[in-house]
T-cell receptor
Framework: GQQLNQSPQSMFIQEGEDVSMNCTSS?????WLWYKQDPGEGPVLLIA?????ELTSNGRLTAQFGITRKDSFLNISASIPSDVGIYFC?????????????FGTGTQLKVEL | GAVVSQHPSRVICKSGTSVKIECRSL??????MFWYRQFPKQSLMLMAT?????????EQGVEKDKFLINHASLTLSTLTVTSAHPEDSSFYIC????????????FGEGSRLTVL
C-alpha cells in the first residue's frame, strides 16, 4: 500500500525560528493534507492542497504540493510555543475513497523558549 | 466548539471484557465516519469505514469480529472492542468528512483504551 515518509522525525528548535518539514511518497497523490496533533487529542487540519505545484498559506504556515506529486512540504515561520505537536501529512488513494486517508510517519516539533 | 465528540476519553478495562466507544457528529449528519487507531509514538492507521445503515468496511488485517462497528444514525457511530486484550490498548480516534470527497476530516478527541 501507499507509504508516506516524513522528515525529520523530530526537531527541537528555538522560539522564533522557521521550521521546514517534508513528506515523500512512493506513489503519486492527487491531494495532500497537513494535520497537526496535540498530545492526547485528535488531529486538526492545517492546510489542504489539490493541485501539483500549488503553494498555500494559512497564517504562519505555508505548504506546497510537489510538482512530481510524490512529495509535499510544510513550513512554519517564526515558531511559537503553541506550535509544539506532531505534524502529519496525509493523502487519499488515487482511485476512489477520497476521505480514506493514509497518514505519514509524523514530525514531532518541540520549541524551546 | 467541537464538531466531533468521542466518549469515553479514557477507559481502563480487564482483559476479556468488551468496551464500547461512541463517536458523535455534532454539527452535521454523517453517512460515513472513519475509525483510526494510533499506538504510542506512531502514526494513525485506518481501521474501518463506518457506513450509516449498512455494514462497515474494514481495512486489511483488521478483524471485523474483534472490532464491531455500528452506525445506526447519521450522527452516531460506535466501535466495540470485543474480548479486549492488552495488545488492544491504544488511542482510538474517529473522524467525519467535512463535505464531499476532499480528504478534509474533522477528528474526535480520541479515546485511550488501556486493557489490564
Amino acid at each position: 500500500g501507499q507509504q508516506l515518509n516524513q522528515s525529520p522525525q523530530s526537531m527541537f528548535i528555538q522560539e522564533g525560528e522557521d521550521v521546514s518539514m517534508n513528506c515523500t511518497s512512493s506513489s503519486i497523490f492527487n491531494t495532500w493534507l497537513w494535520y497537526k496533533q496535540d498530545p492526547g487529542e485528535g488531529p486538526v487540519l492545517l492546510i489542504a492542497l489539490y493541485k501539483a505545484g500549488e503553494l498555500t498559506s494559512n497564517g504562519r504556515l505555508t505548504a506546497q504540493f510537489g510538482i512530481t506529486r510524490k512529495d509535499s512540504f510544510l513550513n512554519i515561520s517564526a515558531s511559537i510555543p503553541s506550535d509544539v505537536g506532531i505534524y502529519f501529512c496525509a493523502g487519499p488513494p488515487i482511485t476512489g475513497g477520497g476521505n480514506k486517508l493514509t497518514f505519514g510517519t509524523g514530525t514531532q516539533l518541540k520549541v524551546e523558549l | 466548539g467541537a464538531v466531533v465528540s468521542q466518549h469515553p476519553s479514557r477507559v481502563i478495562c480487564k482483559s476479556g471484557t468488551s468496551v464500547k466507544i461512541e463517536c458523535r457528529s455534532l454539527d452535521f449528519q454523517a453517512t460515513t465516519m472513519f475509525w483510526y487507531r494510533q499506538f504510542p509514538k506512531q502514526s494513525l492507521m485506518l481501521m474501518a469505514t463506518s457506513n450509516e445503515g449498512s455494514k462497515a468496511t474494514y481495512e486489511q488485517g483488521v478483524e471485523k469480529d474483534k472490532f464491531l462497528i455500528n452506525h445506526a444514525s447519521l450522527t452516531l457511530s460506535t466501535l466495540t472492542v470485543t474480548s479486549a486484550h492488552p495488545e488492544d490498548s491504544s488511542f482510538y480516534i474517529c473522524s467525519v468528512p467535512t463535505s464531499g470527497n476532499t480528504g478534509e476530516l474533522f477528528f474526535g478527541e480520541g479515546s485511550r483504551l488501556t486493557v489490564l
